[in-house]
């Protein structure tokens, strides 16, 4: 993926720039390893939003290595 884009291995968000930690959950645990990613928009509505755990809407990836 692109360098600019850093996934939390806690969380799976997607942070975009030059993020130290993440935007999310605060983890400064971020990795450029990572593959696929969905976006929620309504995670209250989303059945995959249920099945990630995810309660914000954004970017997330489906693999964190």
């Known amino acids: 993926m692109a ?3 850093l996934a939390c291995r ?3 968000f997607v942070n975009h ?3 130290q930690s993440c935007k ?3 983890s400064s645990s ?3 390893d ?3 990613y969905v976006v ?3 995670p209250e509505q989303s059945e995959i939003a249920d099945e ?3 309660t914000e809407p954004g970017s997330y990836a489906l693999k964190v290595r």
């Open 3 to 5: 360098s600019d884009r």
């Open 10 to 12: 806690e969380c799976h």
């Open 17 to 19: 720039g030059d993020a």
């Open 24 to 26: 999310l959950c605060g």
């Open 30 to 32: 971020l990795t450029e």
């Open 34 to 36: 990572w593959a696929g």
């Open 40 to 42: 929620v928009t309504h």
């Open 52 to 54: 990630m755990n995810v």
